[in-house]
T-cell receptor, first 114, second 114 residues
Framework: DAGITQSPRYKITETGRQVTLMCHQT?????MFWYRQDLGHGLRLIYY???????DKGEVPDGYVVSRSKTENFPLTLESATRSQTSVYFC?????????????FGPGTRLTVT | GENVEQHPSTLSVQEGDSAVIKCTYS??????FPWYKQELGKRPQLIID?????GEKKDQRIAVTLNKTAKHFSLHITETQPEDSAVYFC?????????????FGTGTRLQVTL
């Protein structure tokens, strides 16, 4: 479990501010994902990445930006935070090959937008 | 896109009894069905998964069954224990050699009472 970390764990920000959530994994997994978790919605995919410099949209990408310059890092940026983006954000990673099905989650970041 | 429905949303069982959680999916191309357990304030953790070429899979007290024709799959927990209390999420995805984009159900809160 220590192989994938997120920072900060808790964040309070104001509407309109830019905020970046960090995700770091030490497993050299090819794939990385960002989900948000909201009551009544389960986990919803925001963005994912198959490798460095390769990213693609998930189910709910609006208002978010991602980058992946290094395999181990996958930051998620809220360019202008809105109250509807108050949520718990989970980063996940999975290896390539036969085990690419298996996703392993980070500890989460609880973001509150006031 | 894929849609996953999960029932029930809450489930209370007595210790030692069995618990069953059911999910249905909409996309017949989905071929991977994991189950995640999330304890309060913790990250989702993969507990068991099944691929479309298998009808049932067991791991000690937990088992998953898949009916591709009906497009539903279920999680079975036998001899429930207090530590089984958590929220359980089902998910479905297609994995065509690239990132496995999971679509999650909305979760089932399982409470095991003494």
């Amino acid at each position: 479990d220590a192989g994938i970390t997120q920072s900060p764990r808790y964040k309070i920000t104001e509407t309109g501010r830019q905020v970046t959530l960090m995700c770091h994994q030490t497993w050299s997994h090819s794939y990385m994902f960002w989900y948000r978790q909201d009551l009544g919605h389960g986990l919803r995919l925001i963005y994912y990445s198959a490798a460095a410099d390769i990213t693609d949209k998930g189910e709910v990408p609006d208002g978010y930006v991602v980058s992946r310059s290094k395999t181990e890092n996958f930051p998620l940026t809220l360019e202008s935070a809105t109250r509807s983006q108050t949520s718990v954000y989970f980063c996940a990673s999975s290896p390539s090959g036969d085990r690419s099905y298996e996703q392993y989650f980070g500890p989460g970041t609880r973001l509150t937008v006031t | 896109g894929e849609n996953v429905e999960q029932h029930p949303s809450t489930l209370s069982v007595q210790e030692g009894d069995s618990a069953v959680i059911k999910c249905t999916y909409s996309d017949s191309a989905s071929n991977y069905f994991p189950w995640y357990k999330q304890e309060l304030g913790k990250r989702p953790q993969l507990i068991i998964d099944i691929r479309s070429n298998v009808g049932e899979k067991k791991d000690q007290r937990i088992a998953v069954t898949l009916n591709k024709t009906a497009k539903h799959f279920s999680l079975h927990i036998t001899e429930t224990q207090p530590e089984d209390s958590a929220v359980y999420f089902c998910a479905a995805s297609q994995n065509a050699g690239t990132a496995s984009k999971l679509t999650f159900g909305t979760g089932t809160r399982l409470q095991v009472t003494l």
